[in-house]
């Protein structure tokens, strides 16, 4: 009998739906896979590229968890899907609003209920907190993680952080201002990484087995953590909610009231990270060094599915 996957996602640009066609092509080309594509649609369109005010008054909905209103689903909710793969982007070190949105409603609950899970992720390259959110959404609707996959864009921290800004606010991805490296995943990663990593899906899916998926993908290289980003997630993990918080009192996303607030927030954001970046990288040399089994158990924590007690 074939096997049967279910694809999840959503994606602004298209980069994400690239990298989960580059992986799941072993998957497509196997006659005893069948695979099914659910593209998440909010009823009010995110827009790409965003304005500046629409990208950062996206941050308080987004770190609280709120949900969006998607589009009906065209999927079998009691379709018997040996494997379902969510493949999303982290927003503000947290699970996107449409992907995080479908993972409330109740029929990603009687969908994931007992089955097994992958992620996938496409992103600029702090995804660490985002992935424990989804590991506790998992949890929850009483889903089984049993891999994650993260492609992420290869450039120094500060670099990225350029580029992703002009590539959201601006639509610009390739060769920002004439000198920054295009934004995103690379394609040799796609073409060349990618398949690998899909062969391995592949050998699990077939014997239903996955007691060491992960450890094969992340040997094949699927996981992507700098210890440098790590710390400076950690910053994040514990500010954001505090400022989300404090800018959600002025109202509902759009209101008037909030705009200072949310100004504000785009102003200190970029500024934090390009203060801390450097200090953080320094301090990350010597972490290693200074706490070499911390940093061990925190890198192997992050790269596996376990969720934290
Ligand atoms: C509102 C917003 C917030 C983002 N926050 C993060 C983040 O916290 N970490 C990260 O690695 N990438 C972040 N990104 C980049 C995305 O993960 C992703 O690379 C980009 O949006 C392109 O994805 P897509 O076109 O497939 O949707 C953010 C993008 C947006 C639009």
Not at 141 to 156: H, M, P, Q, R
Not at 198 to 217: A, M, V
């Amino acid at each position: 009998m074939k096997k049967k996957v279910l694809v999840i996602y959503f994606t602004q640009s298209g980069q994400l739906n690239k990298a989960v066609k580059a992986t799941l092509g072993p998957l497509e080309n196997n006659a005893e896979i069948e695979i099914d594509y659910e593209q998440l649609k909010p009823k009010t369109p995110y827009p790409f590229p965003w304005t500046y005010m629409q990208f950062f008054d996206a941050f308080p909905e987004t770190v609280r968890g709120t949900a969006c209103e998607l589009e009906p689903f065209t999927f079998n909710t009691s379709g018997n899907y040996d494997l379902v793969i969510i493949a999303y982007q982290p927003w503000f070190l947290s699970v996107s609003v449409p992907v995080n949105s479908f993972l409330q409603t109740a029929e990603a609950k009687q969908l994931l209920k007992n089955k097994k899970v992958v992620t996938i992720l496409a992103c600029r390259n702090m995804w660490l907190n985002a992935q424990e959110k989804m590991k506790v959404a998992l949890q929850s609707v009483e889903a089984k993680l049993v891999g994650n996959i993260t492609y992420v864009d290869k450039s120094a921290n500060l670099i990225s952080l350029v580029t992703v800004f002009a590539f959201a606010l601006g639509g610009v991805q390739d060769k920002y201002l004439g000198i920054f490296p295009k934004y995103g995943v690379s394609e040799k990663e796609l073409t060349e990484q990618a398949p690998v990593l899909g062969e391995i899906i592949l050998k699990h899916l077939k014997t239903n087995e996955y007691s060491n998926q992960q450890q094969e993908l992340i040997d094949a290289g699927a996981i992507n953590i700098k210890s440098n980003l790590m710390l400076l997630e950690g910053r994040g993990k514990v500010l954001f909610p505090l400022y989300a918080n404090y800018i959600s009192k002025k109202g509902t996303s759009g209101t008037a009231d909030r705009k200072t607030r949310v100004r504000i927030f785009g102003i200190v954001l970029p500024t934090a990270i390009l203060i801390l970046s450097p200090i953080i990288t320094i301090l990350s040399r010597l972490a290693p060094v200074l706490f070499p089994k911390k940093i061990k158990r925190e890198t192997d924590y992050y790269s596996n599915n376990s969720l934290r007690q």
